[in-house]
């Protein structure tokens, strides 16, 4: 049977594109787009308000998770091989006598039962196992390294874990991960991942911003990773920016001018960070020093997809409420023709931003701008 950890609590189907509400559930987001959709602002399972926008935060650790459960389950165990019990591999984890084959073995079987099995993860998290993995995420050992951030991962899907993960300190290690030399690109990215994962409560969003270069290590992969790193520190940089605090930090860390160029080669997820960047005074300010700003956002607005095109009309609304001269700038690129077009458009979010963004440029008209 499928495990109910993967299947969307609208739909009760096995979730294809899980993404994450305010509230910190998860949903497919067809189902949940259907629901905001219909007009409601609340959340299906707490009844809690949403934010305004309400915004969906891709959850790709348990796309990854259920990628894996329905391409390759697990084999049952042969009756006369039973595998180790759990508290057999966390003994070996703490044990400072474990070799490392042994630890590494236990970390992969740790992982692989944890992925379907919610109970056992609550159950890692209560019997001292955290402190463990977390040594095996300090190692310089490669492959203990990344076998233990993907076990890390797979504790922090719980939103009852994620506090007492943090607690325990496991945004130093991931941190550390990011900044440090010599480290895998996968385990840099499961390492982004992970601080997107601890993000979902609003609580380690501001723990995590704070934490000295936690933001600046994300820009950084932003400059210098591959595409999957890039892709998911922009989907961590979006998540922890979803709290104001940390938006001023991003932008001192020198996001907005890494965003627009990442925007510009067609990377929509850097869109939306500039979306959240663009609610703050010194982003917008940062934005509008920039001269291929405006061209990338209107780029997007007549070539990107749906998301992305509701993300560039939020910014430039945003840009042209606190400036005529990018206001002048926007008019001339012909942004009120576009953005009528679009008020035919299947989307709600994008309909309703086009009207902003048309209002606003109307006004700036209206005023002999």
């Not at 991962?153 to 300190?169: H, I, Q, R, T």
């Amino acid at each position: 049977m499928d495990p109910d950890d993967f299947k969307c609590p609208i739909s009760l189907e096995i979730m294809s594109d899980p993404v994450i509400l305010s509230s910190g559930h998860t949903f497919d987001r067809s189902s949940i787009q259907r629901w905001l959709d219909s007009g409601h602002r609340t959340c299906p399972i707490t009844q809690l308000p949403l934010s305004e926008p309400p915004s969906l935060i891709p959850n790709h650790a348990l796309r990854s998770l259920i990628s894996n459960y329905t391409l390759a389950p697990l084999p049952k165990p042969q009756s006369n091989h039973p595998p180790p019990h759990p508290q057999t591999l966390v003994s070996t984890l703490t044990s400072p006598s474990s070799p490392i084959n042994s630890k590494l073995n236990s970390l992969d079987q740790l992982s692989k039962l944890s992925k379907r099995d919610s109970s056992l993860r609550r159950w890692l998290t209560e019997s001292g196992a955290v402190s463990a993995v977390l040594n095996c995420v300090d190692s310089h050992d490669a492959n203990l390294q990344h076998k233990a951030l993907n076990l890390l991962l797979n504790l922090s899907l719980d939103d009852d874990n994620k506090v007492g993960l943090v607690a325990e300190g496991a945004i130093r290690r991931v941190v550390a991960v990011l900044r440090g030399g010599g480290v895998s690109s996968e385990s840099r990215a499961v390492a982004a991942t992970t601080l997107t994962s601890l993000a979902v409560v609003e609580v380690n969003k501001a723990t995590i911003g704070a934490y000295p270069y936690a933001i600046r290590a994300l820009v950084s992969l932003l400059i210098e990773g591959n595409g999957r790193e890039k892709k998911e520190a922009a989907t961590a940089l979006y998540a922890i920016c979803s709290y104001p605090g940390n938006r001023v930090r991003a932008v001192e860390c020198g996001a907005v001018p890494v965003l627009i160029g990442m925007a510009g080669s067609g990377v929509e997820r850097a869109v939306e960070v500039l979306g959240l960047l663009a609610k703050c005074e010194e982003g917008r300010e940062n934005m509008m020093q920039l001269s291929e700003c405006i061209g990338v956002l209107v780029h997007v607005l007549r070539n990107g997809s749906s998301r992305g095109v509701q993300y560039a009309l939020m910014t430039l609304t945003l840009l042209c409420s606190n400036s005529k001269d990018v206001s002048l700038e926007v008019l001339k690129e012909g942004v009120v023709e576009i953005c009528v077009n679009l008020l035919g458009t299947d989307n709600e979010k994008v309909r309703r931003n086009a009207s902003s963004l048309i209002q606003v440029l109307r006004g700036k008209r209206m005023m002999g701008f």
